[in-house]
């Protein structure tokens, strides 16, 4: 997903030249879901660079058709709504590929994920938790991999390991991660 950083370039016009409370109100219930958003995208299309241009297509729907939205309705859906059409639309585009899913099988896959949104939410904040107690060293490593996609090769470099070693740590805080956020999820059923 892009840096909020990196999106400034292409700023989302305002229909005035002031923030209206509307204004305001996208930008509030934007903010807090576009991780949710991405992800959603992520998991129908299973392409990072193909996310990411159908999540720019859709944040400019999203700005647009805005005044269509009813306030105090679920801006979760109604936005996952919006980036199912835009997929829908980028795979009308990529029809010459070989392996193409059916509408069918998305809309099957879009439901899956909207019924499992909250448990996928509350494992995806208990990750973040158990990452920031992480020794340094181990985030940087994450961070590495995960983040920035640095091949293993690259790290091993950065970090003066072998490959081998670096797989291996990997594998370890991976491991880590699992036993934590398993664990914080036995304690919220409990």
């Known amino acids: 997903m892009p840096d909020s950083d990196e999106r400034t370039d292409s700023p989302m016009p305002s229909p005035s030249s ?3 409370t509307r204004d305001a109100e ?10 949710r958003i991405y992800i959603y995208l992520v998991s129908l299309v299973h392409d990072q660079n193909a996310a990411d241009d159908i999540f720019q297509e859709t944040m400019l729907v999203l700005w647009r058709e805005f005044e269509r939205f009813e306030s105090g309705t679920n801006f979760m859906a109604w936005s996952c709504t919006v980036a ?5 639309a980028w795979r009308k585009k990529q029809q010459r590929d070989r392996l193409q899913f059916s ?5 099957a896959l ?3 994920l ?3 949104a909250d448990y996928l ?6 990750l973040r938790d158990c990452i920031a107690k992480l020794p340094q060293h181990h985030r940087q490593l994450i961070a590495y991999r995960y983040s920035s996609g640095h091949a293993i090769d690259e790290i091993a470099k ?7 070693a670096v797989y291996r740590l990997l594998s370890r805080i991976r491991r880590t991660l699992q036993d934590c956020v398993t664990n914080q999820l036995t304690l919220e059923d409990a």
């Open 18 to 20: 002031s923030p209206t």
């Open 26 to 35: 996208f930008v509030q219930l934007f903010t807090l879901n576009q991780h």
């Open 84 to 88: 199912l059409n835009q997929v829908r």
């Open 103 to 107: 509408d069918e099988f998305l809309e």
């Open 110 to 112: 879009s439901q899956e």
């Open 114 to 116: 909207d019924s499992n």
């Open 121 to 126: 939410e509350s494992r995806y904040q208990f």
């Open 158 to 164: 950065q970090t003066q390991r072998s490959i081998d």
